[in-house]
């Protein structure tokens, strides 16, 4: 493929055929230029009278003078800044221009809100320009490809030749980075920049970095296709290049990205930034918008998007709530954000609140008092931040054995847990049994990088099916994140001289004496193994030697092949042993004759913890527990390439730091408990863990929910057992497990009035009509009636009753008969039709509307009722039932309601990807019969709005 064209030129006719294809009009930079009226000036690349058309087409109702006001308005820079422009135009094109103000006829005030692109595309004029000029004093450009939507630029591409070596995507980016530098107030509605050598693709906002530019390099159902993966299509028309057009710059998707998909927010640190979703956030947010749908009619679980660490589950985030919120069926819904760290909850908190997109300003919860307060009562709307834990019981509530108050019984309540694989599977009587408690009719959602399935702590159980999986292989391929090597360094640790398994079997029998065996199973895996082994002194010396030895080696090549040191992360599995391996850092690096890694000071020191904690914390990890704003400083030393900090040492971050599952440790106990007399408490805290485990399993169940006063006594009494047995232990001078006091911690922790009805048909003297068996002496007692107004009145409604039942939802006729009887009843308020004329006009149509139910089988074969409104739709344009005929028309309208049934699933109408996956699957079937090209756009508008009709009927 390269061979044959592979040059500039070739490339940008095949991306005016591919955009031609998805139905934008191709002209030349000739036709647009200011020579021949269409732009102002070289240096502005608006097409004013475009837009000006389309004003005046999507506000008719604003005086024309007032139109050419607000324009003048929006094109007017406010300020120099590109970027800060872009916000402006965005917000115009996306939310309409609200700053006209202006008095009408009759003296009143007026305050439209201005649409300059309409959310359906049929109302939209596309151009694909080639080869636009710029120019001004100082520079001269052409723009390889412009495309405009109402005279507005909206993305530039800029393409290179992929048979010369010299030249990448990079270069088009950088070239592009230019343009953006030399005129950027001709980006300022510029949606996105695309840049391409051919045999690679990327896009992004005018103002992204190339490290945040993204392939578009998945079908219309979201899967992934890789070069020589389908050979559907030929070379060229499959190529990266070809299957971004076809993704971003499909009508209905070009739109959706448009409105809500488009993200702008402000920071401190670093000030406007605009983002541009990439396809799997894309295409995972509004499945999950339809997977809500459901859940909100059904059992409540949304289900798990699962993304790999920096897919930008942030944004995901931020983007779902912005489209629940638009979601008609939905009823504008109150957002829960949950985390169980309060760093968490801040992070996610600032996020939301810089964003442009978020439909209402969120309120981080601080208390569980502010919690109740603010969803008690609440009637709709709402995004709220909290944590997991303020979701708790007052200690009056414990000490009576309540259950946890209902906050809101609403079913529109969308719960979003960030990493639910922490915290929210102990539904009997925890933190996540209180959530459950307190808004017993909401729908949850997960987004996680980690989702688990380990017995009852099962994230798909807990939260629904996958709604979307985005994995670190295609993280890699798509450049979200950098690949991730793996060198194997393993420390032995050697048994102690003369200690025997059956030594370590007798202490630890020893030590979880009269436990059950949850509780030492969980003893052995966290305690035993992880502080013990992993954290033993010999074992992170060495650790530490090797480490400082490979970061010399490593930091040696950085600097020669990059000329900067670089940043090491180490990954600790307690927090105690990340205080231990900081400690052998410093010293390690004291006795080699460097004393400066430590300090105490924020900004000093060349090695710092990272790790979550409280003022309760002891020991050597209190040394290192700093605040919220304490964190942020040294983050942001990681970050900074010339500061000296070189090792930073956290925890809790293998699903950060790795982005993948870490598998069960193979050391695991595996040899048969000994047999101990077991006393009555320790069996009955046995069964009572093994009847915990089961409720975690099937608890969710509707069957078992007035169970659960039964299951909650149970788990009360084994706490209280093990309270006092622990107490025992500590008496009689045995050690109490850590991880048990940890378990027993989080248990205890946790209209208008009507007048005289009147029959009309029995005040006119007549029978109710039925229009399909219309006899000659009903017809006559029609035109007999004493009481002619109430006859004609009787006759309408009969006729808007029956017209909806025998068309059975088809618009197109719908509103043929609609307009029909208008028209009629008009003319006979205006006098133009005397009583007796107008009864025979409705009993003519009433006759029509009989045979409307058997339009169908005149065709060959027969048309079902989907098939025919198809067929309606696509008739209605005269030009292409003349053209086409009837039986042609009849097989495509066929073939498009077997597309919809095969390839469509039932919440389309909800799902955005699918609506813009319909489109091209319409527009491909309409060229392949040639329906006409000028009537395509129409036709295509016409069918979708049938297939919604259809689709709600049968939702209803």
Not at 418 to 424: F, I, L, Q, T
Not at 737 to 745: A, G
Not at 781 to 794: D, F, M, N, V, Y
Request: aromatic share 6%; charged share 30%.
């Amino acid at each position: 493929m390269a061979s044959r064209r592979a040059n500039e030129a070739a490339w940008e006719q095949l991306a005016l055929d591919v955009l031609a294809d998805l139905g934008w009009t191709v002209r030349t930079g000739e036709d647009i230029s200011p020579l021949r009226g269409e732009r102002e000036s070289w240096a502005d690349p608006t097409i004013q009278p475009r837009l000006a058309a389309a004003l005046t087409r999507l506000n008719p109702a604003v005086p024309t003078t007032y139109l050419h006001q607000a324009q003048a308005e929006i094109l007017r820079p406010r300020s120099a800044d590109a970027l800060t422009e872009n916000l402006r135009l965005h917000e115009a094109m996306t939310a309409g221009y609200r700053d006209l103000s202006y008095l009408d006829a009759d003296g009143v005030e007026q305050n439209p809100t201005l649409r300059l692109i309409s959310h359906k595309p049929e109302e939209n004029e596309y151009l694909a320009v080639n080869q636009v000029r710029i120019q001004d004093r100082d520079h001269h450009r052409r723009f390889d490809v412009a495309l405009y939507v109402n005279g507005l630029m909206v993305a530039v591409i800029e393409l290179k030749d992929a048979a010369n070596e010299r030249t990448s995507s990079a270069g088009a980016h950088a070239q592009l980075a230019t343009y953006v530098c030399e005129f950027p107030l001709a980006f300022r509605s510029v949606l996105a920049n695309i840049a391409s050598d051919g045999t690679t693709a990327l896009y992004g906002t005018p103002f992204t970095g190339l490290d945040h530019f993204s392939p578009w390099n998945v079908d219309d159902d979201g899967a992934v296709i890789r070069p020589g993966d389908r050979q559907d299509y030929d070379d060229e028309w499959h190529s990266p290049l070809a299957l971004l057009l076809r993704g971003l710059f499909n009508l209905d998707r070009f739109g959706q990205l448009l409105r809500g998909y488009t993200t702008y927010a402000a920071s401190k640190e670093l000030g406007l930034v605009k983002r541009i979703a990439k396809p799997h956030q894309y295409f995972a947010v509004t499945a999950a918008v339809g997977h809500t749908v459901r859940a909100t009619r059904g059992d409540g679980r949304i289900g798990v998007v699962w993304h790999t660490q920096g897919s930008g589950k942030s944004m995901e985030m931020e983007l779902y709530a912005a489209a629940v919120h638009r979601e008609p069926a939905l009823g504008n819904p109150t957002i829960i954000v949950i985390t169980d760290r309060t760093e968490l909850d801040g992070q996610l908190h600032r996020t939301f609140a810089a964003s442009t997109i978020v439909p209402e300003t969120p309120v981080q919860i601080t208390s569980r008092a502010q919690l109740r307060e603010a969803l008690t009562g609440l009637a709709t709307g709402g995004i709220f931040f909290t944590t997991l834990q303020k979701f708790g019981l007052a200690k009056e509530e414990r000490d009576a054995g309540l259950a946890h108050p209902t906050l809101t019984d609403r079913h529109n309540v969308l719960v979003v847990v960030d990493e639910a694989h922490r915290s929210h599977y102990d539904d009997l009587d925890g933190y996540a049994r209180h959530l459950h408690d307190a808004l017993p009719n909401a729908s949850f959602i997960a987004f996680t990088g980690t989702p688990i399935a380990q017995g009852e702590r099962d994230t798909r159980h807990v939260f629904g099916d996958d709604i979307d999986v985005y994995d670190l292989t295609r993280a890699v391929e798509d450049g979200a994140t950098v690949p991730v090597y793996f060198e194997p360094r393993h420390i032995v640790m050697r048994r102690a001289e003369g200690v025997t398994d059956e030594d370590i079997d007798a202490a630890a029998d020893e030590a979880t004496l009269d436990l059950d065996d949850i509780e030492r199973r969980r003893v052995e895996a966290a305690v035993a193994r992880i502080n013990e082994v992993y954290g033993h002194p010999d074992r992170i010396r060495k650790l530490v030697a090797d480490l400082l030895a490979h970061w010399d080696q490593r930091k040696a090549t950085m600097r020669a092949t990059l000329e900067v040191d670089g940043k090491a992360m180490v990954v600790a599995a307690t927090r105690e042993i990340a205080a231990c391996i900081y400690e052998e850092v410093v010293r390690q690096r004291r006795q080699a004759g460097d004393d400066t890694w430590h300090s105490d000071a924020l900004d000093g020191g060349k090695v710092k913890v990272i790790v979550s904690g409280s003022a309760s914390d002891t020991g050597a990890v209190a040394a290192h527990v700093r605040k919220e704003h304490e964190q942020k400083s040294v983050k942001a030393r990681v970050k900074a390439a010339d500061d000296p900090l070189e090792i930073v040492i956290v925890k809790d971050m293998f699903e950060e730091a790795r982005s993948y599952d870490v598998p069960a440790d193979p050391a695991a106990w595996s040899e048969e408990i000994p047999a101990h007399p077991t006393s009555v408490s320790a069996r009955y805290r046995k069964l009572a863990g093994q009847l915990n485990r089961a409720w975690s399993i099937g608890g969710g169940s509707e069957t078992l929910a007035e169970r659960i006063a039964d299951f909650r006594f149970h788990s009360d009494v084994r706490v209280l057992l093990a309270k006092q047995q622990a107490e025992l232990c500590r008496a009689s001078g045995r050690p109490v497990p850590e991880e048990v006091e940890r378990l027993l911690r989080s248990l205890i922790a946790e209209h208008t009035g009507s007048g005289e009805v009147v029959d009309i048909y029995a005040a006119a003297g007549i029978d109710r009509p039925d229009l399909t068996r219309l006899t000659p002496a009903a017809l006559d007692k029609i035109r007999q009636t004493k009481s002619p107004h109430l006859a004609i009145e009787a006759l309408r409604a009969a006729l808007l009753a029956d017209a909806d039942a025998v068309t059975g939802g088809n618009i197109a006729r719908e509103r043929q008969f609609s307009q029909r009887l208008a028209e009629l009843m008009n003319r006979y308020l205006n006098a133009h039709l005397t009583a007796a004329e107008i009864i025979e006009e409705l009993i003519q149509m009433a006759k029509d509307i009989a045979a409307e139910a058997r339009r169908g089988e005149q065709f060959d074969p027969p048309l079902d009722r989907r098939q025919l409104a198809t067929y309606d739709a696509l008739a209605t344009n005269e030009s292409a039932d003349l053209i086409m005929g009837q039986d042609t028309l009849a097989k495509i309208a066929r073939e498009l309601v077997d597309v919809v049934r095969r390839g469509v699933k039932t919440d389309w109408t909800v799902r955005e990807d699918v609506r813009a996956k319909l489109r091209s699957s319409i527009k491909r079937l309409l060229v392949k019969y040639d329906y006409p090209p000028d009537q395509q756009q129409e036709a295509i508008a016409r069918v979708i709005e049938q297939m919604e009709l259809f689709a709600a009927k049968e939702e209803a």
